[in-house]
């Protein structure tokens, strides 16, 4: 099952269950892999699997975007303070990060990029100013398993 048909049956609980939160939620994820699906370059055959469901691969970047954009909105309410929408949007971003793998804690990143700077060293090629390549070189390396605001930070951190 992709997790695109099993957030299509969260929907399903939610409403059951009715917890508007939670369903506005999914409903939002769904709407925006359906227009993803409508948007695609490649045509779909209909009565396929294919025509229904987005596959993982396609679903993955889209609850990420959701991720962030509802980080990006509880920054901006907390400093509007509007706690209650801020609240709202925690709570659907608690709901959001449930479909995301597991990321690196701040420790397995520091470990990672630790590793790293000791080869670039050892090869004569570590620059102290190039902190934004590194921090570029690393995301590549762990992309989909670590924020990108935490491998900065470590970055920045390792590099003073």
Do not use: C, Y
């Not at 709407?31 to 396929?48: H, I, Q, R, Y």
């Not at 570590?126 to 934004?132: N, Q, R």
Request: glycine share 6%; net charge positive.
């Amino acid at each position: 099952m992709t997790l695109h048909q099993t957030i299509k049956e969260q929907i399903k609980d939610a409403m059951r269950a009715k917890d508007s939160i939670r369903l506005d939620t999914l409903r939002g994820l769904n709407a925006l892999f359906l227009n993803e699906m409508l948007t695609a370059k490649t045509p779909v055959k209909p009565g396929s699997e294919d025509a229904e469901f987005l596959p993982d691969d396609k679903v993955m970047p889209l609850v990420k975007r959701s991720v962030k954009q509802r980080k990006d909105s509880i920054e901006q309410f907390e400093k509007g303070g509007r706690q209650d929408l801020a609240d709202k949007e925690k709570a659907e971003l608690k709901i959001l990060e449930s479909f995301l793998p597991a990321t690196m804690t701040r420790e397995q990143i520091k470990t990672v990029v630790s590793q790293r700077f000791e080869a670039m060293k050892a090869q004569g090629t570590f620059d102290p100013k190039a902190g934004g390549k590194i921090t570029g070189m690393i995301m590549k390396e762990l992309a989909g398993k670590a924020d990108g605001s935490d491998v900065k930070a470590v970055v920045d951190e390792l590099m003073k």
